[in-house]
């Protein structure tokens, strides 16, 4: 069946560092891929997404490029800040399926 | 965006003892709600779809007497953990359904629930 596996955390940083977390994935079809955020107390949120091969999400600074040839969708940031520190998920699913498969999540923390 | 909320954020409860979560989407009505839980260093997993007005679905190995779920209006769904134990502790997090395919997906917070 399909997976999805991230880096383990905890994952902490200085602040204005550069960030990678590492998501690769199994899949029988070509599904789209996510990356999710959840801050301290609020829900899971979409960071952004890619839905075909060589695609490119980007948004708030982080961006994640869908690589068909290495499975994978690692996530970047050029520049940390202290307001990213969350727990970041991704995910795969298939169009017209809402059913999210998720990774484990990477816990950051970004320190001034 | 839309807001779901949960209720309770945490509970810690006896072993034997049943725990009711709720799940709210405070401003679209949700026909069909998926709850998911994630155990201690692995991954998100869907457990059951709740469909209003009708029976929910559950995922292979998700025993139904045990997590009750009901989907009574648009806008509330609640999980019941029956006769709770350690195995149980987890985080508990739900998630309104999307009509027509839409990529974007709201979640509540989650609820962390610990059986002692």
């Known amino acids: 069946g399909d997976s999805v596996t991230q880096m383990e955390g905890p994952v902490t940083l200085s602040e204005e560092a550069f960030l990678t977390i590492n998501c690769t994935y199994t899949?029988?079809?070509?599904?789209?891929l996510f990356w999710y955020v959840q801050y301290p107390g609020e829900g899971l949120q979409l960071l952004l997404k890619?839905?075909?091969?060589?695609d490119k999400g980007s948004n708030k600074g982080f961006e994640a490029t869908y690589r068909k040839e290495t499975t994978s969708f690692h996530l970047e940031k050029g520049s940390v800040q202290v307001s990213d520190s969350a727990v970041y998920f991704c995910a795969l699913r298939y169009f017209g399926n809402e059913k999210l498969t998720f990774g484990t999540g990477t816990r950051l923390t970004i320190i001034p | 965006g839309a807001v779901v909320s949960q209720h309770p954020s945490w509970v810690i409860c006896k072993s034997g003892t049943s725990v009711k979560i709720e799940c709210r989407s405070l401003d679209f009505q949700a026909t069909t709600m998926f709850w998911y839980r994630q155990f201690p260093k692995q991954s998100l997993m869907l457990m059951a779809t709740s469909n209003e007005g009708s029976k929910a679905t559950y995922e292979q190995g998700v025993e139904k007497d045990k997590f009750l779920i009901n989907h009574a209006s648009l806008t509330l769904s609640t999980l019941t953990v029956t006769s709770a134990h350690p195995e149980d502790s987890s985080f508990y997090i739900c998630s309104p359904g999307i009509a027509g395919g839409q990529e974007t997906q709201y979640f509540g917070p989650g609820t962390r629930l610990l059986v002692l």
């Open positions: 890619a839905t075909k091969a060589d």
């Open positions: 899949a029988t079809g070509y599904p789209s």
